[in-house]
């Protein structure tokens, strides 16, 4: 049965590195426990601990020396009472703290010891999710309620009775789904990562660099992050989420898309504004980069937003005339598949476009 328990939310304070970092802790509110991320660029010694606001360590030390890659380590707080927490990791001189605050909601199970457990973020194994998922193999009632709550975690959705639009949570906070209100079919193509209706930024030269973990695939490329996540499918970092009245708010760190999970040093915000018919939808990228290999000054295309529908939307309307924001008269090129099927071309006369039908 559900007795009492607790969850985590977080803010984040910042201590800057170029060496590592700590992400966002994963809210695992039906575990009970909290999952705090971090990356090393390069092999460092560090110490990570959790005190109370007083003060007060409620938790023993965990030596995080590691190479470079991502790690995760799992709080398990069943036997805290609700209040504020520090996270606080040493590198060196540099330390980075986080603020933690446990508070009350329904909970399943017993009491636990309080443990850290710390993994490399490719074992999904390892996941608390997954471990939980198969503790509750037998116990269908109590999945259901699971499941439910992830959802809503990870989903948020506004309707003004004439349109119906979701953001995906476990992936930047994306637009993944737009239909009309009493519709069940979504004009989103949400076919990879690199679909969706999101925001994606090109950025100086492009590179080989394969030997950081570039994708073979996608060599040489520029700088490009990407709202949803990476070609290797690791998600965007969501920082934070809200609905206000008719507007959906979303803040993510994102991933570099050629790049093997990477976040890229920048955050995006995404505003999404419902009007009646319209869905407006204002973009803002603040860059934190420290590199420089990409170079300066060097003007590329941009993606803002980059939308893909699904393939029943042939007909696309644009304007490449002298005189926008006049009323002139709109485009509507025709369209040429492309003999594999996957491509076609949108003809705007001397201009080409290659988008996905």
Request: hydrophobic letters at 40%.
């Amino acid at each position: 049965m559900f007795n009492s328990g607790k969850y985590f939310y977080f803010t984040r304070i910042f201590s800057e590195s170029d060496d590592w970092k700590i992400l966002q802790n994963s809210l695992n509110s039906f575990q009970n426990d909290t999952t705090i991320s971090f990356v090393f660029y390069k092999s460092a010694p560090g110490e990570l601990t959790i005190f109370s606001k007083t003060g007060e360590q409620v938790a023993l030390p965990v030596n995080v020396h590691k190479p470079a890659g991502n790690y995760t380590v799992n709080w398990h707080a069943r036997d805290h009472s609700s209040g504020v927490y520090f996270c606080k990791m040493k590198v060196g001189k540099c330390i980075q703290t986080k603020k933690l605050v446990l508070v009350e909601v329904m909970r399943m199970g017993q009491k636990q010891i309080v443990r850290f457990n710390i993994m490399n973020s490719s074992d999904s194994r390892q996941n608390p999710v997954y471990r939980w998922k198969i503790a509750l193999a037998g116990c269908l009632p109590f999945l259901t309620a699971v499941s439910s709550l992830v959802a809503k975690q990870n989903e948020l959705s506004i309707n003004n009775d004439t349109l119906l639009v979701k953001l995906d949570l476990t992936r930047g906070g994306a637009i993944s789904y737009i239909s009309k209100a009493n519709s069940t079919r979504s004009l989103v193509n949400i076919a990879d990562e690199g679909r969706y209706i999101q925001q994606s930024y090109y950025a100086g030269k492009t590179l080989d660099r394969r030997s950081d973990g570039q994708s073979a695939k996608w060599s040489p490329w520029s700088w490009n992050p990407i709202q949803v996540g990476d070609a290797f499918r690791n998600r965007a970092e969501i920082l934070a989420s809200e609905k206000n009245d008719d507007t959906l708010y979303v803040k993510c760190i994102p991933m570099q898309w050629d790049m093997n999970n990477m976040p890229a040093e920048a955050e995006m915000e995404q505003w999404i504004v419902l009007k009646g018919s319209i869905l407006e939808v204002h973009n803002k990228l603040t860059c934190f980069r420290t590199d420089s290999i990409y170079g300066e000054n060097i003007a590329n295309d941009q993606e803002l937003p980059a939308v893909y529908p699904i393939s029943a939307l042939r007909n696309l309307y644009g304007y490449l005339g002298a005189a926008p924001f006049t009323k002139d008269t709109l485009n509507n090129p025709d369209v040429v598949n492309l003999s594999s099927g996957f491509w076609g071309v949108y003809l705007f006369g001397f201009l080409k476009k290659e988008v996905l039908l």
